[in-house]
């Protein structure tokens, strides 16, 4: 066959180093759930996925409407006669219909506060083609972007990997209320000039992923300003736009460039995808929107690499263009985001957990720093361990975003249905109690520990790796959940 | 509200990739498309508009496709039988893609191989089209600065797919008409030397087979020349064997894939074939395109690249369900191939009839039609030159061979495969009307009188008194004696 060593020369620099970003320890609680992945009844005890941002709680008013609209599909007999025209339609540009209709769908999401240019639609191979176009667009090998802790661990990937760009974070937590400041994003500009780093722009996901939360219009203002000041490149990526749950509304990038004053358009770009708003990350449907003439003709020509099917175009063509069923949708989508959220965040609170106040997104900010040993990264790790081997719950540590202060995880919440839910929280606030109780004297870790009823995940973890102090048998005395349980 | 900043300012805000041509579409191959563009045939609607014949598209068996989909309503996550697999789907985002895909389409190209191959779904890797593919490969297998050797006439798209964001190179294996276009190991070994002394380091061949632009196959010979030299020269193959199933006549189709399991020497980390359905089955909307490594390294890395540019998982769906049905699959194979030897001949024959040669073909979606002696010279600014007359006045969109990089003038890729019967016969019939009255420019000056009162001429044919020609360049309306010319009088 080929010598390991020499097959290391034949392939690529960019094949043989790590900036897939896939050998980080992040990837261990998917290893973990995909080896035991949970299911109501063929396997009540496996690990629960809650790393995955999905949104799976409204698919069924997308079903409804694709069987009630059988020409949108170019299989279905109303449909068939499209097949041909659809299936040949290879034109970079995209379908007419398509990008009428997304341009639509987004304005629609901004509560019609403003309005998107059909031929301003770029389509990339979903966010994460959409992400690498345009930074192979704005930047050459060794510029920087700057991009606000915690963010999404793929950018690792999407925006370093194949373009030879680098990422400089910018430190947002909880001591600067998870605010982007200016004096934040001043000091790693001049830092990246000192040390010769070209930096091309700054990248932010509004709502941002992990947090949850929006960004203020004083905020974006002040972002706006910031790169007209250095001439440098604003991507948005608002691929949560849709899943605002709660006030504060949305304010898109859109809606600031249109009311600050000695705003240079050119260097504003949004990134949106259908896979998170829609739940349809399946069909790669990743949209790059520039303001900037030169980048949209270029993002076009590179489209190429990554088309949305004309098939798929064709059907979301259609759905997106139906006025009444988007309205709809997008309500309800909200209204039941929020009531996931608000379970959750509610089921948390009662054990003495708080969450980041947030109100977006498909997941939530958990806060478990009162239940490090130490407020080390070890710390985290050991404790994330823990609640993916022990509690069965792949939620993501803090550290994979990039964030600077231990203790902090992401849940996931809109990928399951009700029961599992149900049981997830179940499995949080008994973890969380039995950590909790640990503190207690051992005489009442014995009395409690006849009495209780524990949850089977509960009973490993006399075998699990805990901290000498602790046992997990001794639950929180005024929590309504455990004495129901007695 | 903004402002925009000036073209300069712009230049520096972009990156080079951005600002460089390296996407290639300022080439003058593009004007064909923009003439097309602006002034498309239709048969009702425009009948003297221009015919695209530079296209190398698949629109001949869709009646085949649409059967298959109407009887199998499951393939569809849309239709009432299979709207309950939706939400899965909709779902999946997992690089590995469906199984079923994956076992489809491995199946398939195994079918297209005659089954003389089997290949393994878990090295089917998802991508970009084709396009995609080609990119993700050189990304693999390539550092900026790199060469991939790549034999000439080739597809103009890979200036762009192997080139443009990867930073790698191309340099040319050139091969030439005397030899009917045969990729030596002489060429090879010349190429490769002018690049090792140029300091440029070689990462691999690519190779088109069945080719475009040329429509042929390459022979065992030749393959195994092949597989010898980037063996020994310890460099990558790459074979796009996208037109694999429209070889339509002997000598049958011979993939790479046959040869490794004959040269038993040959090093497999080295060979990767790329694939999609875009031009065997028709269906270039859908962005199905593959790679496929032996590589095992290869096949992780892509796979983790595929990210950029994964199949719909709608089309997914579909494609998994209808490379499934061996039915249909060899029913297909064998229809499609019969229909573009039809197609083929009646061109090829067409043309002959009227005096002009084409490199005898038995693949693709095109033929290589020579019309070096319809050249005033033998350059490729006379090239261009006929190429703008077939245009603008015979209205035909076809690629000149310079934009295939053809080290020779003269000859042009004519796509046969994208168009209806009549518009078929229309397009015969502007060739060979212009290739007669082309050839009618050598007669005499009283000959010329003779013939153009009595010659009924086609609209299009009135303008080129207008249109520059040189001045030893007769008149277009003197014909040569041919049956077609003489039958109108």
Not at chain 1, 144 to 157: G, I, K, Q, S, W
Not at chain 2, 81 to 105: M, S, T
Not at chain 2, 338 to 367: C, M, P, W, Y
């Amino acid at each position: 066959m080929g010598l390991r060593s020499e097959s290391h020369q034949l392939l690529s620099k960019i094949a043989t180093n790590d900036k897939h970003g896939e050998n980080s320890p992040y990837f261990d609680g998917w290893k973990a759930y995909d080896i035991d992945p949970f299911h109501l009844t063929q396997n009540p005890n496996g690990v629960i996925q809650m790393g995955l941002a999905e949104n799976q709680l409204s698919s069924d008013l997308i079903e409804e409407w694709i069987k009630k609209n059988p020409e949108a599909s170019i299989c279905t007999p109303e449909g068939v006669k499209a097949f041909k025209d659809i299936a040949n339609f290879q034109d970079y540009h995209g379908l007419p219909e398509f990008r009428n209709a997304v341009a639509e769908f987004m304005g629609r999401v901004r509560g019609g506060r403003v309005k998107f240019d059909p031929n301003r639609i770029v389509m990339g191979g979903g966010a994460t083609g959409a992400n690498e176009l345009l930074v192979f667009c704005l930047a050459d090998p060794g510029d920087a972007f700057l991009v606000p802790t915690p963010y999404y661990p793929a950018f690792d990937r999407d925006l370093r990997w194949r373009t030879g760009v680098q990422i400089l974070p910018i430190t947002c937590n909880s001591s600067n209320n998870f605010k982007i400041t200016v004096e934040a994003l001043e000091e790693a500009y001049k830092s990246a000039t000192e040390s010769n780093i070209n930096v091309k722009g700054l990248i932010i996901t509004n709502p941002s992923n992990p947090l949850g939360t929006t960004l203020d219009k004083d905020t974006l203002k002040q972002l706006v300003t910031f790169v007209t000041q250095k001439n440098i490149h604003l991507v948005c990526d608002e691929i949560y736009s849709a899943t605002i749950f709660r006030s504060p509304r949305f304010v898109s990038i859109a809606e600031v460039v249109q009311e600050v004053d000695c705003c240079n358009l050119d260097l504003i770009h949004i990134v949106y995808s259908l896979s998170k708003d829609l739940g349809l990350p399946g069909f790669r449907v990743g949209i790059v929107y520039s303001y900037n003439d030169q980048v949209v003709s270029c993002g076009r020509k590179m489209s190429s690499f990554g088309l949305v099917s004309s098939q798929t175009q064709h059907l979301l063509a259609l759905m997106l263009s139906d006025e009444d069923f988007v309205g709809r949708f997008l309500g309800e989508s909200s209204k039941r985001l929020a009531k996931r959220y608000t379970i959750f965040t509610e089921g948390l609170k009662q054990v003495g957990i708080s969450c980041l106040n947030g109100n977006a997104g498909l997941f939530f900010w958990m806060d478990l720093r009162p239940l490090l040993k130490e407020p080390t990264f070890e710390a985290e790790m050991e404790l994330w361990r823990v609640i993916i081997n022990d509690v069965k719950l792949n939620v993501s540590p803090g550290s994979s975003f990039h964030h600077t202060e231990p203790g902090w995880f992401r849940v996931c919440f809109a990928n399951m249905d009700d029961l599992t839910m149900e049981t997830a929280l179940r499995r949080i606030r008994t973890f969380v109690n039995q950590k909790k109780g640990g503190d207690v004297v051992s005489v009442k870790n014995k009395r409690w520990q006849k009495n209780l009823r524990l949850s089977f995940s509960a009973r490993i973890y006399d075998d699990g790796i805990m901290s000498p102090h602790m046992s997990p048998h001794s639950p929180m005395p005024h929590s309504p959940l455990v004495r129901a349980q007695n | 509200m903004g402002f925009i900043s000036s073209d300069h300012n712009n230049e520096q805000l972009l990156s080079k990739i951005a600002t460089n041509n390296g996407h290639g579409e300022n080439s003058p191959y593009f004007d064909g498309w923009k003439a097309y563009d602006s002034d498309p045939y239709h048969s009702a609607q425009n009948p003297n508009g221009v015919i695209q014949m530079g296209l190398a598209e698949n629109e001949l068996c869709f009646d085949l496709i649409q059967k298959w989909v109407a009887n199998n309503p499951k393939a569809s996550i849309c239709t009432a039988e299979g709207a309950n697999e939706f939400k899965d789907i909709a779902i999946y985002q997992d690089y590995h893609g469906l199984p079923e895909f994956r076992q489809g389409v491995a199946k398939f190209m195994g079918k297209v191989r005659g089954d003389r191959v089997m290949f393994d779904p878990d090295r089917i890797v998802m991508s970009g089209g084709a396009t995609g593919a080609h990119e993700m490969l050189a990304f693999c297998l390539a550092d900026p600065g790199d060469a991939f050797l790549v034999p000439t006439p080739y597809y103009p798209g890979f200036d762009r797919d192997l080139r443009w964001r990867t930073g790698t190179q191309i340099v040319p294996v050139v091969c030439e008409s005397c030899t009917n276009f045969k990729l030596t190991k002489e060429a090879l070994e010349t190429a490769f030397q002018k690049a090792t002394e140029a300091k440029i380091r070689v990462k691999g061949l690519l190779i088109t087979n069945p080719s475009n632009p040329l429509g042929t196959v390459l022979d065992r010979d030749t393959l195994k020349t092949i597989v010898r030299f980037t063996n020994d020269k310890n460099i990558h193959l790459v074979s796009d064997e996208i037109y694999a199933a429209t070889v339509f006549n002997k000598p049958g189709f011979i993939s790479i894939a046959e040869i490794i399991e004959e040269e038993t020497y040959c090093n497999r980390d080295l060979i990767h074939i790329v694939y999609s359905l875009s031009k065997d089955l028709g269906f270039p909307g859908f962005r199905v395109g593959i790679v496929y490594s032996y590589n095992d390294q290869v096949t992780l890395c892509a796979r983790k690249m595929s990210s950029f540019g994964l199949v719909s998982t709608q089309t997914q769906h579909l494609i998994g369900s209808l490379l499934s049905d061996d039915i249909f699959t060899e029913k297909f194979i064998a229809e499609s191939a019969d229909r573009l030897a039809k197609r083929h001949e009646i061109f090829t024959k067409g043309l002959a009839q009227v005096g002009i040669g084409s490199l005898e073909s038995n693949a693709g979606l095109f033929f290589w039609m020579d019309l070096r002696r319809l050249l005033k010279e033998s350059t490729i600014k006379a090239e261009m030159a006929l190429w703008q007359l077939i245009i603008h006045e015979v209205k035909l969109n076809v690629s000149p061979g310079s934009s295939f990089h053809c080290s020779e003038p003269g000859w042009f890729r004519v796509c046969f495969a994208n168009m209806d019967d009549d518009t078929v016969k229309i397009a015969l019939r502007r060739i060979r009307n212009f290739v007669l009255q082309s050839k009618g420019l050598d007669q005499g000056p009283a000959k010329r009188q003779c013939w153009q009162s009595k010659l009924q001429v086609s609209l299009s044919f009135r303008r080129l008194d207008d249109f520059v020609m040189a001045p030893h360049m007769m008149s277009p309306h003197s014909p040569i004696s041919s049956p077609l010319v003489r039958a109108r009088n």
